[in-house]
């Protein structure tokens, strides 16, 4: 399967350790290792982080072709603190490099030119303008492609308006059981079982299925109506 995957990779930068992360990287090293051919779009900065993030990237498989150095701004980075509870917290700083990713003429051909099935996308990068518009370009340049959503909802970073022109863009709807409740609350609808809210938003999209994960739990697929 071709798989262009756009958006954030950043560092999660705990009390003794960074990680790099974010869920358009993640998403496209695990696709990658199981065998799909990936193309990763994102920006870093011009610094210790974004050196650090390119070797990463190819460390792991993944072309860093698509990869854009950003001057203005910082590699993207996300400060974790644990409560005493074991639960994290985010701080996101931004505006970061990944919020100004770009692609070349040269690049958009080559893209057209790969012919992918699937394009990913979540909605942190999404909260970016530059970053929505390039990935609504795609959609119209590659009329055939499938999108997956990643609803990744981190608080001040994602909003009503946003949430739905993704939606309306989606073939598939990926989210974690606390987010179907935000989502609920976002759209004003009454807090839902998690069968009840996959019907709805499957119905008012007209998605072709949404996947729940449920931490321990496993997680949740819904297609074809069960």
Same mark, same amino acid.
């Given at each position: 399967?071709?798989?262009?995957?756009?958006?954030e990779? #950043?560092?999660?930068? /705990?009390?003794?350790?960074?990680?790099?992360?974010?869920?358009?990287?993640?998403?496209?090293v695990? =696709?990658n290792?199981?065998?799909?051919?990936? #193309?990763?779009?994102? =920006?870093?900065?011009?610094?210790?982080r974004? $050196?650090?993030?390119?070797?990463?990237?190819?460390?792991?498989?993944?072309?860093?072709?698509?990869?854009?150095e950003?001057? +203005?701004?910082?590699?993207?980075?996300?400060?974790v603190?644990?409560?005493?509870?074991?639960?994290?917290? /985010?701080?996101?700083?931004?505006? =970061? =490099?990944?919020?100004?990713?770009?692609? %070349?003429? +040269?690049?958009?051909?080559?893209?057209?030119?790969?012919?992918?099935?699937?394009? /990913?996308f979540?909605?942190?990068?999404?909260?970016?303008?530059?970053?929505?518009?390039?990935?609504? $370009?795609?959609i119209?340049?590659?009329?055939?492609?499938?999108c997956?959503?990643?609803?990744?909802?981190?608080?001040?970073? /994602?909003?009503?308006?946003i949430?739905? @022109?993704?939606? +309306?863009?989606?073939?598939?709807? $990926?989210?974690?059981?606390? @987010? %179907?409740?935000?989502?609920?609350?976002?759209?004003?609808?009454?807090?839902?079982? #998690?069968?009840?809210?996959?019907?709805?938003?499957?119905?008012e999209?007209?998605?072709?299925?949404?996947c729940?994960?449920?931490g321990?739990?496993?997680? #949740? %697929?819904?297609?074809?109506g069960?």
């Amino acid at each position: 399967m071709k798989i262009v995957s756009i958006g954030e990779v #950043l560092w999660d930068v /705990y009390p003794n350790q960074d990680y790099i992360g974010g869920s358009p990287f993640n998403f496209s090293v695990h =696709a990658n290792r199981l065998g799909h051919d990936v #193309l990763f779009i994102s =920006a870093i900065g011009v610094d210790k982080r974004g $050196k650090l993030a390119l070797k990463t990237i190819h460390d792991h498989g993944l072309s860093t072709k698509y990869i854009n150095e950003v001057k +203005e701004y910082p590699t993207g980075y996300v400060d974790v603190i644990i409560d005493v509870d074991g639960s994290p917290s /985010y701080n996101i700083h931004r505006p =970061a =490099a990944y919020d100004y990713l770009s692609l %070349t003429p +040269e690049q958009i051909k080559d893209i057209i030119s790969f012919q992918p099935q699937w394009l /990913y996308f979540g909605s942190i990068n999404q909260m970016s303008s530059i970053v929505r518009n390039l990935t609504n $370009k795609l959609i119209r340049l590659l009329p055939k492609i499938r999108c997956f959503f990643d609803m990744n909802l981190r608080n001040g970073h /994602y909003s009503l308006g946003i949430i739905k @022109e993704l939606l +309306e863009s989606s073939s598939i709807l $990926k989210l974690n059981s606390h @987010e %179907t409740q935000i989502c609920c609350e976002l759209f004003g609808k009454k807090s839902m079982e #998690l069968e009840d809210y996959c019907k709805w938003i499957v119905d008012e999209f007209k998605l072709e299925g949404v996947c729940i994960t449920m931490g321990s739990k496993g997680c #949740l %697929t819904y297609f074809d109506g069960k």
